[in-house]
């Protein structure tokens, strides 16, 4: 009995042992993940400035609110005291903005590659979403960008990760860290099809606004990129849009409330950033996602 019994016990330390130093290894892993270095050279192009072109890229904003912030002062959008804290930057002139020195390839580098100036990338940041943009719609996104008012807003701490935060990214289940990891850098800008309540132009809309981060590239939902958000319902017509008319989508996406009577949570799926993008646009991603097959519901 002693005997099994110091057995049972040498195995639960060994298993111990084992377990910690497995800890070690993913954190460690983790911490050289949240360090990686690109080099990268952006295709330029002329960003013009005129009014014209600052009018329509005020739109193209709107993909940027979600987790920069209403005004793109900066925001924790991913904030989990048990799992971390990323913040995505004040873009504004303000105090606490990180843009003051950027030229038009550093813009070009950011939104288009993932990529800081000096080379870090960027975490979650979406720009492989962004890469489908055209030429044309990232310059006036950056010509817009680039008359932004000063809002003073600091930088409530460094990016950082718990030790919980770390395992589950250096196991995947944060997904990609970096998007420029995904993206082919040598691959030409996207072409726009013309703007209007289209499919065409709402698969479009639906791709550079990055949807299928959560929705899941199938659009037939899932899990979503942070843990403590519900399930990620399916938005072709195989879910709940089967039976929505195109008011009805508008509605959801204008007041998080669905016609089933669900208010969707804001924090998990950010419709206020959405709705300002435009009836146009909204009427166009209905369009595209009605055009869908009806896929099966996906949970996993
Ligand atoms: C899903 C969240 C998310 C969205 C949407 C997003 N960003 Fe970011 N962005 C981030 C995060 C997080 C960082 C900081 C990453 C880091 O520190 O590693 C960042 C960094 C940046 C930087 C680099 C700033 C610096 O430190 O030099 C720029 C520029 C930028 N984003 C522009 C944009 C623009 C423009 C849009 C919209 C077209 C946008 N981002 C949309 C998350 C996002
Ligand atoms: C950051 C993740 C995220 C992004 C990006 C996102 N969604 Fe969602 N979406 C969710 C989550 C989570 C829910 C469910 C929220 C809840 O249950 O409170 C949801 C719900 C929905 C619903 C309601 C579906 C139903 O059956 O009730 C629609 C419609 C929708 N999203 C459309 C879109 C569209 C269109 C886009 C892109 C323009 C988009 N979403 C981008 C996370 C996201």
Redesign the pocket.
Known sequence: MKKVLKWIGIILGCLLVLIVVAGFILVGKADRMMKQKFTISPTYFTVDSDSASVARGKK??N??K???GKQLEGYA?FNEADLGM????N?TPGKGG??AG?TDV??IR??RHGV??NG???????SKD?YAMSKDDISD?IAY?KTLPPVDHEKPGD?YLTTLGKILLSTGQFGELYSANEIDHSKPAGTAPASGATAQYGEYMVQIS?CR?CHQPELNGGKHPNPKSPIVPNITPGGNLGKWSEQDFLATMKTGKTPEGKQLDPHFMPYTAFADLGDEELSAMYMYLKSLPAKETNTK
């Open positions: 193209f904003v993909l940027c979600e987790c920069h959008f990323l913040y995505a930057p873009l990180v843009v950027y550093d813009w950011a939104i800081r100036p870090d990338g960027l975490m979650i940041m979406p962004f996104l960008l990016n990055g981060s």
